[in-house]
């Protein structure tokens, strides 16, 4: 079965779940927050044994999320 997708708020998205953003989909290992000082932003953090990557968004920006 095809996983299903639907649009969420940046503030609704939690350690743990799986997200497509800004063209990448990962698993968001941590998301800090406020970001570079930012209240308006939010960092999601990916953390695997194979990658490490930071996506910063805006909290008024949508992300795609699967499986919750």
């Given at each position: ?8 708020g ?6 743990g ?12 290992a941590r ?5 570079l000082?930012?209240d ?17 968004a ?5 992300v ?5």
């Amino acid at each position: 079965m095809a996983d299903t997708w639907r649009s969420i708020g940046v503030d609704d998205v939690r350690p743990g779940d799986r997200i497509r953003h800004r063209e990448q989909e990962f698993t968001v290992a941590r998301v800090d927050s406020p970001f570079l000082g930012m209240d308006q932003m939010v960092c999601f953090i990916e953390d695997t044994p194979t990658r490490w990557a930071a996506y910063p968004a805006a909290r008024t920006q949508e992300v795609e999320i699967t499986g919750r």
